[in-house]
């Protein structure tokens, strides 16, 4: 029993993994309908395996496991269904486990195709020919010493750093807790690559979420009569713990950002204009430019450039979308779109010869989705054509004919 359930989910690895990749002959597509039509619970493994998001969580939770010790755990519990329990238990039991060798079959055939190409080539396939799953949460600590912690959605452990205690969570995050009073304190960096996420809770309980490719610099402990923080660049928004004798002040390129609790987002990301902004959500804050201070209410921005600042209403829940999981483009010029789409995807983006019109997209979408949904329900709009080669995204003009025009 254990052997010919354990293989026959090799086998609709293999055909499900053939699909997935539209390779199967029209006689493996029979046997995979078949293999279908034989129960709900197999049409129903079928459909969660086939979903991007699913696959993505599976590969990420295969790539964490400690497969050996899973695979040992399965095998045992294909073995114990051989019991005197009643025979619908023993199905439903060996059912399971059969269903969790397909899951670990699928992924394992996926995993592997994709360390099997070359560097620079993605493994994953759409209609506009490569595809590019979306970013993670993951980052890079630098310490005090010098010393460099990986951080990614692996178990969860604790680790002490002058005093503190710091909890890193399988979530994504960093949590820093109280630690010995100090005259001076360490400061330590946490960069986030593109293609990457992290959140960091900091010693006083101030929340700080980090988006790709940023920087973010932060003592391990408040010391003084301030919370100074410094955004080097990138974008963060910050949730600030209440406290009106230490105000909270953010250093970020041209601008000094003083709170004492309040939650406001913070884009430094080098942009052809040159420009710094900060966007605030809830309470106050007062921001200096130079000899200039301006404050901000609610669902204002301040806009920031080497010889101008001005104050803009803003679109909160689009400047704050990517802290939520979230696209969201309200008439936004297709270069500020492919931009955020370059450094959460870690794709480099290319317009064809021939695309020289400015357009505009409005349009809301997970980021979890791989980069291909995003394409698709943004040519749908006419926006565009796109074309995924390796990691890189070619645009090209939209005809009425829907036909790709070629440079």
């Avoid at 029209?26 to 969660?48: G, M, P, V």
């Avoid at 791989?370 to 990691?391: D, H, N, Y």
Wanted: proline share 3%; charged share 25%; aromatic share 10%.
């Amino acid at each position: 029993m254990r052997k010919s359930n354990t293989g026959k989910s090799f086998r609709a690895a293999y055909l499900i993994n053939g699909y997935l990749q539209k390779k199967l002959t029209a006689q493996e597509q029979e046997e995979l309908e078949s293999w279908l039509n034989r129960s709900d619970q197999n049409r129903q493994l079928f459909e969660e395996l086939c979903s991007a998001e699913k696959m993505e969580t599976e590969v990420q939770q295969y790539k964490n496991a400690d497969v050996e010790a899973g695979w040992q755990w399965l095998q045992q519990q294909m073995v114990n269904v051989h019991s005197n329990r009643p025979r619908k238990i023993i199905w439903k039991t060996v059912w399971r486990s059969v269903a969790a060798v397909l899951v670990i079959s699928v992924v394992t055939w996926q995993v592997l195709r994709q360390k099997a190409v070359k560097p620079g080539e993605t493994a994953l396939t759409s209609q506009y020919g490569g595809d590019v799953l979306p970013g993670a949460q993951r980052a890079e600590l630098i310490l005090s010493n010098g010393s460099t912690v990986m951080l990614n959605n692996s178990t969860d452990s604790v680790f002490t750093e002058n005093g503190s205690a710091v909890q890193r969570t399988a979530g994504g995050s960093l949590i820093y807790t109280g630690g010995s009073s100090k005259n001076e304190t360490a400061w330590n960096m946490l960069h986030i690559p593109r293609g990457g996420e992290y959140m960091i809770a900091l010693e006083d309980g101030s929340k700080v979420w980090l988006n790709a490719a940023t920087r973010f610099r932060y003592p391990v402990q408040f010391t003084g009569k301030e919370r100074r923080v410094e955004l080097l660049e990138g974008e963060a928004y910050f949730e600030v713990a209440k406290n009106k004798e230490k105000p909270f002040i953010v250093v970020a390129n041209r601008m000094k950002i003083q709170a004492v609790g309040t939650a406001f987002d913070v884009n430094t990301y080098p942009e052809a204009d040159s420009s710094v902004t900060a966007t605030l959500a809830e309470g106050k804050v007062k921001v200096s430019t130079g000899s200039n201070n301006h404050l901000l209410l609610p669902g204002e921005q301040v806009w920031v450039n080497e010889s101008t600042a001005k104050i803009l209403a803003a679109d909160v829940e689009a400047v704050t979308a990517w802290k939520n999981g979230l696209f969201v483009f309200n008439g936004a010029p297709l270069t500020e779109v492919m931009k955020q789409v370059s450094r959460w995807y870690d794709v480099q983006v290319e317009y064809g010869k021939k695309f020289k019109e400015q357009k505009f997209f409005t349009g809301e979408i997970k980021r979890s989705v791989p980069v291909s949904k995003l394409l698709q329900m943004m040519e749908l709009t006419g926006i565009a054509r796109f074309r995924i080669s390796e990691r890189t995204i070619l645009i090209q003009p939209y005809n009425e004919k829907g036909i790709t025009t070629s440079d």
